[in-house]
C-alpha cells in the first residue's frame, strides 16, 4: 500500500532558489491538501484541492504555488525560497465522501 | 467559519496519570472529528476518529466522544505511559465546506517516568 508518497523527504535550498515537492497518491481520493508545520506550532493549510483541474488557497498560501493536473498527483512549488519557508511540508488526501485523511511522511525543508 | 482550539501545552505527566486533552470546535452541522498523534520526528497518525454525535472513538488506551451540545472532542486516557510523549492534533473535516480540513494547534504531551 503506497497510500501517500511525498519527495524529497529532505532538502537545503539556497535563498532565492525554486523546487517542487512532489506528492502522489494512489487511492483515487478527490480532495488533497499542502501543510506546513513550523517548530513547535500546529498544522498551517497552504493550499488544496477537491479534483483534478481545481486548487484552492488556504491560511498561507504566499511564497507558494500548486497545480492539480491529475487525481494522483498535486506538487507544490516554491519560486523564490526564503528562510521563512524552512518547515516540515506533509501532503494530505481525503476521499470526498469519506472521513480517513492519510498524511504524507513529511519533508523537511530548510532555506539558508 | 469552521476552527478548532486545543488546550496549550506542554503538559507534563508521571506515567500512569490521567490525561485530559480539551478540544473545541466552532462548525455548523455535523463534522468529522479526528485525533491525530505525532510522535518526534515523524508524520501524523490518525489516532481515532468521530463521525456523528455521542460516538466514541478508542485507540490504544485512548478515547474521545464526539460532544454536540458542548462542541467538543476531548482526548482521554486512563494510564498515560513515557511512550505517548508527542503532540496530539484535534483535526475537523466537514463535506460540504469545500473540503478544506482544519488542525488545531497541536498539544505537546510529555509523560516522566
Known amino acids: 500500500n503506497a497510500g501517500v508518497t511525498q519527495t524529497p523527504k529532505f532538502r537545503i535550498l539556497k535563498i532565492g532558489q525554486s523546487m517542487t515537492l512532489q506528492c502522489t497518491q494512489d487511492?483515487?481520493?478527490?480532495?488533497m491538501y499542502w501543510y506546513r508545520q513550523d517548530p513547535g506550532m500546529g498544522l498551517k493549510l497552504i493550499y488544496y484541492?477537491?479534483?483534478?483541474?481545481?486548487?484552492d488557497k488556504g491560511e498561507v498560501p504566499n511564497g507558494y504555488n500548486v497545480s492539480r493536473s491529475t487525481t494522483e498527483d498535486f506538487p507544490l512549488r516554491l519560486e523564490l525560497a526564503a528562510p521563512s519557508q524552512t518547515s516540515v511540508y506533509f501532503c494530505?488526501?481525503?476521499?470526498?465522501?469519506?472521513?480517513?485523511?492519510?498524511f504524507g511522511e513529511g519533508s523537511w525543508l530548510t532555506v539558508v | 467559519g469552521n476552527s478548532v482550539t486545543q488546550m496549550e501545552g506542554p503538559v507534563t505527566l508521571s506515567e500512569e496519570a490521567f490525561l485530559t486533552i480539551n478540544c473545541t470546535y466552532t462548525?455548523?452541522?455535523?463534522?468529522?472529528l479526528f485525533w491525530y498523534v505525532q510522535y518526534p520526528g515523524e508524520g501524523l497518525q490518525l489516532l481515532l476518529k468521530?463521525?456523528?454525535?455521542?460516538d466514541k472513538g478508542s485507540n490504544k488506551g485512548f478515547e474521545a466522544t464526539y460532544r454536540k451540545e458542548t462542541t467538543s472532542f476531548h482526548l482521554e486516557k486512563g494510564s498515560v505511559q513515557v511512550s505517548d510523549s508527542a503532540v496530539y492534533f484535534c483535526?475537523?473535516?466537514?463535506?460540504?465546506?469545500?473540503?478544506?480540513?482544519?488542525f488545531g494547534q497541536g498539544t505537546e504531551l510529555s509523560v516522566k517516568p
Open positions: 462548525a455548523t452541522g455535523y463534522p468529522s
Open positions: 494530505a488526501s481525503l476521499r470526498s465522501s469519506g472521513n480517513t485523511i492519510y
Open positions: 484541492s477537491v479534483g483534478a483541474g481545481i486548487t
Open positions: 468521530a463521525t456523528k454525535a455521542d
Open positions: 487511492m483515487n481520493h478527490n480532495y
Open positions: 483535526a475537523l473535516y466537514k463535506d460540504n465546506q469545500g473540503g478544506k480540513l482544519i
